[in-house]
Nanobody
Framework: QMQLVESGGGSVQVGGSLRLSCAAS????????MGWFRQAPGKERRFVAG????????????DYADSVKGRFSISRDNAKNTVYLQMNSLEPEDTAVYYC?????????????????WGQGTQVTVSS
């Protein structure tokens, strides 16, 4: 069993930045592929970014939704059992609840049904 707790959400103006964090329980964090999803009001939960499991100093492979490429960056710190989402050049369309997710598999997948554990979500609001 793994528990995920997100933090770092908030309100920011257009063009601003936020860094989300997701702290995971358990000693096998490095074996999990981690991801970020978001859900805007009235819309489906959608994939944002993912990073594969990694061993030692290996960073893990990353993948991004087209809408965030070049603006968002996902990273992980296995020593701290934490995954991050650095969000730059934020736009009003980025407003959503952001969820951290984990799956015990080698690859990043975009379908929400393929992820095993979810956090409770953190709100990000971008205003113009």
């Amino acid at each position: 069993q793994m528990q995920l707790v997100e933090s770092g959400g908030g309100s920011v103006q257009v063009g601003g930045s936020l860094r989300l964090s997701c702290a995971a329980s358990g000693r096998t964090f490095r074996m999990y592929t981690m991801g970020w999803f978001r859900q805007a009001p009235g819309k489906e939960r959608r994939f944002v970014a993912g990073i594969t499991w990694s061993a030692g100093s290996t960073a893990g492979s990353t993948d991004y939704a087209d809408s965030v490429k070049g603006r968002f960056s996902i990273s992980r710190d296995n020593a701290k059992n934490t995954v991050y989402l650095q969000m730059n050049s934020l736009e009003p369309e980025d407003t959503a609840v952001y969820y951290c997710a984990a799956r015990l598999g080698p690859a990043v997948v975009v379908g929400i049904g393929s992820w095993d554990y979810w956090g409770q979500g953190t709100q990000v609001t971008v205003s113009s």
